[in-house]
């Protein structure tokens, strides 16, 4: 007897390195995201500086003025 209830359920983010975010509309911020999808793929060792190159640049992003 193994029943599952919606609040039990783990959310599926995707496998990593597939597109799974679809776009925000917001170009910069998609180009950041895109940037992310062949991490799977890299060394461990270079996670951390890919992570914070995409940080500064959704901080720049989203600190713009809006159009």
Avoid: I, Y
Avoid at 40 to 56: G, K, L, N, Y
Wanted: hydrophobic share 35%; charged share 30%; aromatic share 2%.
């Amino acid at each position: 007897m193994d029943q599952q209830h919606p609040d039990d359920e783990t959310p599926d983010h995707g496998s990593a390195g597939t597109d799974t975010a679809g776009s925000t509309g917001v170009a910069e911020v998609d180009a950041v995201l895109a940037s992310l999808d062949g991490l799977a793929d890299r060394p461990v060792a270079e996670h951390v500086a890919v992570f914070e190159q995409a940080h500064d640049r959704l901080r720049r992003a989203l600190d713009a003025p809006a159009d």
